[in-house]
C-alpha cells in the first residue's frame, strides 16, 4: 500500500429550498499534511457551474482538484471544465469540536456544529478509475456556508436522520480528519 496523502478534508453542498432543492454550491476544504506534492492548504469550490482552486502553491491545489475532488461522489455529474487556479494564501482554522473557516482570496466557507463522530473507512473509493483505500474521522455537520466576495451563497446543507436514533445521522456539511488516501500494493 503506498500513502498518497495525509490530512483532513472537510467539505460542503449547499442546496435550494432549505437544503431540499438543487446544488448551488460545493466546497473542499483541504489541509495536507504530506503528500508527494507537498503540504498546505488549498480550497476547491463549484458554483455557477464551473470549478475554481485556491492555494498558496498552484501545483498541489491543482492535484487535489483533479486526482480527488472532481471525482467525489458530491460532484459527479456536474459540468467540470478546466479549474480556475488562483494562488492566494488560504487561512484554515479547525476546531474538531466547533467546525472550521477557510479564507482563501475572495472565498470563506465555513462548517460549524458537528453532530456525530465516526471512523469511516472505504477499501475501494473509486476516484476516476483508480482505487483508492481512505480512512477518516467524519463529523456530520448542522451548519454551513460558502461566501463569495462577502455575500453568501444562497442555500443550506442537507441533513438526515436527525430524528432517527436507529440511523446515523447524514449532512452534506462535514469535517473529514485524521484523513489518509492509499494505493493499493502493486
Given amino acids: 500500500m503506498t500513502v498518497r496523502l495525509i490530512g483532513a478534508n ?31 492548504p488549498a480550497v476547491v469550490t463549484w458554483y455557477d457551474q464551473r470549478p475554481r482552486v485556491i492555494s498558496p502553491s498552484a501545483e498541489l491545489g491543482r492535484w487535489l482538484a483533479d486526482e480527488f475532488t472532481r471525482h467525489f461522489p458530491e460532484v459527479r455529474g456536474l459540468p467540470w ?17 466547533h467546525g472550521v473557516r477557510a479564507v ?3 472565498v470563506e466557507v465555513e462548517i460549524t456544529d458537528p453532530l456525530d463522530r465516526r471512523l469511516v473507512r472505504v477499501d475501494d473509493f473509486d476516484l476516476g478509475g483508480t482505487p483508492y483505500q481512505l480512512s477518516t474521522v467524519l463529523m456530520p455537520c448542522r451548519r454551513g456556508v460558502i461566501r463569495i466576495d462577502g455575500t453568501p451563497l444562497p442555500g443550506a446543507p442537507r441533513l438526515r436522520n436527525l430524528d432517527s436514533p436507529e440511523l446515523p445521522v447524514s449532512s452534506s456539511a462535514f469535517l473529514a480528519d485524521a484523513e489518509v488516501w492509499c494505493l493499493p500494493a502493486g
Avoid: C, I, K
Avoid at 81 to 97: G, H, R
Fill in 104 to 106: 482563501a482570496a475572495n
Fill in 81 to 97: 471544465p478546466e479549474p480556475e487556479v488562483t494562488v492566494a494564501p488560504v487561512t484554515l482554522e479547525q476546531d474538531l469540536s
Fill in 10 to 40: 472537510p467539505g460542503l453542498r449547499v442546496f435550494a429550498d432549505d437544503g431540499e432543492g438543487e446544488l448551488l454550491g460545493y466546497a473542499s476544504v483541504w489541509r495536507v499534511d504530506w503528500s508527494p506534492y507537498g503540504t498546505g
